[in-house]
Nanobody
Framework: VQLQASGGGLVQPDGSLRLSCAASGFSLDDAVIGWFRQAPGKEHEFVAS????????EYAASAKGRFTISRDNAKNTVYLQMSSLKPEDTAVYYC?????????????????WGQGTQVTVSS
């Protein structure tokens, strides 16, 4: 069971990035997927999550209106589209999965974690 996060990079303020979280070894069809981030010197922070069917999403206040989480179960991949990026969005972004039907904002809920992808917002 593996989650592979990708798509990070260096972007200027107000720019956009799309992160991907690809699963292998299991199907995302029955999984809730969450994105978390960790900035230097800070704890993991919830960013967004999406239900197994994609019909329910949840966003952190800092992400609402700027980030969009979506999923393509046929590709076994979840995406995090990030727009209007700010320097304070700089962090390592992780995707995580749990076999559940109810989405969660709590890090402890998730069983599987990807390795993280670095997002740096700087001019």
């Amino acid at each position: 069971v593996q989650l592979q996060a990708s798509g990070g990079g260096l972007v200027q303020p107000d720019g956009s990035l799309r992160l991907s979280c690809a699963a292998s070894g299991f199907s995302l069809d029955d999984a809730v997927i969450g994105w978390f981030r960790q900035a230097p010197g800070k704890e993991h922070e919830f960013v967004a999550s999406i239900s197994w069917g994609g019909g329910t999403t949840e966003y952190a206040a800092s992400a609402k209106g700027r980030f969009t989480i979506s999923r393509d179960n046929a590709k076994n991949t979840v995406y995090l589209q990030m727009s209007s990026l700010k320097p304070e969005d700089t962090a390592v972004y992780y995707c995580a999965a749990v076999m559940a039907r109810i989405i969660s904002t709590m890090e402890s809920t998730y069983d599987y974690w990807g390795q993280g992808t670095q997002v740096t917002v700087s001019s």
